[in-house]
């Protein structure tokens, strides 16, 4: 059974920063895409980046790039998203979310699997 376990996340005001962290089962987490996402009340699950475990530099949405980092530490299984500047838009229930290979990496469809979410909430 795979999982993916998240922890991080809270309440920051604008400007401020969170990582958030996602744990992937030992058997899955090499050579995995592990993807972003977040969703906010009424809105539709939104991608936010991603990276391919095995190798390769992340990638991010237009309205997150040069504000949020991706990293992995292999040693630990996880993957991180680092989130600088934020905004109060930025307020959403961030997922994380893995499958084999990175086919379909901007659709919530091309990940099978999926972690609990954790809330970030951005005060003016």
């Known amino acids: 059974q795979v999982q993916l376990v998240e922890s991080g996340g809270g309440s920051v005001q604008a400007g401020g920063s969170l990582k958030l962290a996602c744990a992937v089962s030992a058997d899955t987490y090499l050579r995995s895409c592990v993807g972003w996402f977040r969703q906010a009340p009424g809105k539709e699950r939104e991608w936010v980046g991603h990276?391919?475990?095995?190798?390769?530099?992340?990638s991010y949405a237009n309205y997150v790039k040069r504000r949020f980092t991706i990293s992995q530490d292999n040693a630990k299984n996880t993957v991180y998203l680092q989130m600088n500047s934020l905004k109060p838009e930025d307020t959403a229930m961030y997922y994380c979310?893995?499958?084999?290979?990175?086919?379909?990496?901007?659709?919530?469809?091309?990940?099978?699997?999926w972690g609990q979410g954790a809330q970030v909430t951005v005060s003016s």
């Open positions: 979310a893995a499958s084999r290979w990175c086919t379909r990496p901007f659709s919530v469809t091309g990940y099978t699997w």
């Open positions: 990276i391919y475990t095995g190798g390769g530099s992340p």
